[in-house]
């Protein structure tokens, strides 16, 4: 955990190492990353990381932190409008998903940090970073989850904690297959874009609609008994 040190800093200088930081380990991950540049690029002495840290491995969990909470932030008012858009959970899902592509499109820092921390092959910087930004997700998914079966949106057995894991797993994949080759070789999500990027994000929405959600009533047209008045001229 950051010091005390680090909180009684002006808070543009705690800005600019955050974002030096982030930056730097976003381009060359947590084991190549370099404190010399992120003095460098923050404009402070190297020593002076280590009065606000106790190490790399603290420095780096601590701005994979502030880097997830933006996130939350920025989105939670994205969520917040859809939310009102709409009320059962998969149409929100589809929608809000759509918006968390555009954020990593449009917060490059944000994304290549986020993949740092999802492809991170040292294991103790993986747990500790992975421990910081999965609470921040978790949380959120499982009040959605948890609401949605309250409403009496998800059929009879299926696992509200299956679910959560599943979302868990989507959303790092679409922060970063979009600009990914390698990581995405079916749909191919880095050779879409528009309305067919869309359509392949909702598709994933679709899948777990089918999985979990109670299915809905069979329609009028798909009546194996219809009225032999149905249709009828008058």
Same mark, same amino acid.
């Given at each position: ?91 929100? @899902?589809? #929608?809000?998903?759509?918006?968390? $592509?555009?954020?990593? !499109? ?5 994304? &290549?940090?986020?993949? +740092? ?65 390698e990581l995405d070789p079916v ?9 067919? @990027?869309? #359509?392949?994000?909702?598709?994933? $929405?679709?899948?777990? !609609? ?5 299915? &809905?009533?069979?329609? +009028? ?14």
């Amino acid at each position: 955990m950051p010091t005390a040190t680090w909180w009684n800093l002006d808070g543009d200088k705690r800005a600019r190492i955050v974002d030096a930081a982030i930056a730097e380990f976003g381009r060359r991950g947590f084991s190549a990353g370099s404190l010399n540049v992120v003095a460098r690029e923050a404009g402070v002495a190297k020593g002076s990381l280590f009065q606000y840290f106790d190490d790399k491995l603290d420095l780096f969990a601590s701005v994979c932190d502030a880097c997830s909470r933006r996130i939350r932030d920025e989105m939670g008012i994205v969520m917040a409008r859809r939310a009102g858009e709409h009320a059962e959970l998969f149409p929100f @899902l589809r #929608a809000v998903l759509v918006d968390w $592509v555009r954020y990593f !499109e449009e917060h490059p820092d944000d994304r &290549a940090l986020t993949f +740092a921390v999802n492809l991170e092959i040292d294991p103790e910087a993986r747990r500790a970073v992975r421990a910081v930004t999965n609470a921040h997700y978790r949380d959120v998914l499982e009040e959605l989850v948890s609401a949605a079966q309250a409403r009496g949106e998800l059929r009879p057995g299926a696992s509200r904690d299956h679910l959560v894991a599943m979302l868990l797993l989507l959303l790092p994949h679409l922060a970063l297959a979009p600009a990914s080759p390698e990581l995405d070789p079916v749909l191919e999500l880095h050779r879409r874009e528009g309305l067919d @990027l869309e #359509a392949a994000v909702t598709g994933f $929405v679709d899948v777990l !609609e089918a999985a979990f959600a109670v299915p &809905a009533p069979p329609s +009028a047209a798909s009546d194996p008994h219809p009225s032999p008045t149905r249709g009828a001229r008058t």
